[in-house]
T-cell receptor, first 115, second 114 residues
Framework: GENVEQHPSTLSVQEGDSAVIKCTYS??????FPWYKQELGKGPQLIID?????GEKKDQRIAVTLNKTAKHFSLHITETQPEDSAVYFC??????????????FGKGTHLIIQP | DSGVTQTPKHLITATGQRVTLRCSPR?????VYWYQQSLDQGLQFLIQ???????AKGNILERFSAQQFPDLHSELNLSSLELGDSALYFC?????????????FGQGTRLTVV
């Protein structure tokens, strides 16, 4: 089955700086890579995703890059703000026209934004 | 608010007991997924239902079972509970199908087995 490795487990950055979280996956059949943000006491919230036919996707201060050859993808957050502090999870899945398998998640990165 | 509703929010029960967790998906979503989140295992996919039928199975124990009803709500049944089953259980839903694959998570049910 799929295996997703995520690092670092904890990342502390100064407010206004950029943060980068990296993930690798094992199954070359995976074609969907979402990122989730989880705040304390809440469920994971989808913040951005990318499909295997795209190399990069951006949404305001958040961007995701995908390298299919190396089987790794990264989350980039620019101009970090205090409200970005949370646990971030990467995930991978293989979707076909008939439906979807469950997501395989990384272990999570605790992002701390220092004022 | 993701639109996915889970009840109850908290559940405390004794070892050996059986509990049922309930999930109402977002309006229009046909797929329901169940996940377990624990400190040591992280977020683990348990099972998926699509329009009433089991679609995919993950790391779900034989003591656990789920179903999706005609109105598309889903229930996760956990039996012969052990201390190690204490975790957050999340339900997620999506429209299903390749073009609409985003999964939205509920707030979770925190299960404590004592």
């Amino acid at each position: 089955g799929e295996n997703v490795e995520q690092h670092p487990s904890t990342l502390s950055v100064q407010e206004g700086d950029s943060a980068v979280i990296k993930c690798t996956y094992s199954d070359s059949a995976s074609n969907y890579f979402p990122w989730y943000k989880q705040e304390l006491g809440k469920g994971p919230q989808l913040i951005i995703d990318i499909r295997s036919n795209v190399g990069e996707k951006k949404d305001q201060r958040i961007a995701v890059t995908l390298n299919k050859t190396a089987k790794h993808f990264s989350l980039h957050i620019t101009e970090t703000q205090p409200e970005d502090s949370a646990v971030y999870f990467c995930a991978a899945a293989m979707y076909s026209g008939g439906g979807a398998d469950g997501l395989t998640f990384g272990k999570g990165t605790h992002l701390i934004i220092q004022p | 608010d993701s639109g996915v509703t889970q009840t109850p929010k908290h559940l405390i029960t004794a070892t050996g007991q059986r509990v049922t967790l309930r999930c109402s998906p977002r309006s229009g979503d046909l797929s329901v997924y169940w996940y377990q989140q624990s400190l040591d295992q992280g977020l683990q996919f348990l099972i998926q239902y699509y329009n009433g039928e089991e679609r995919a199975k993950g790391n779900i124990l034989e003591r656990f079972s789920a179903q999706q009803f005609p109105d598309l709500h889903s229930e996760l049944n956990l039996s012969s509970l052990e201390l190690g089953d204490s975790a957050l259980y999340f339900c997620a839903s999506s429209v299903g199908g390749f073009l609409n694959t985003e999964a939205f998570f509920g707030q979770g049910t925190r299960l404590t087995v004592v």
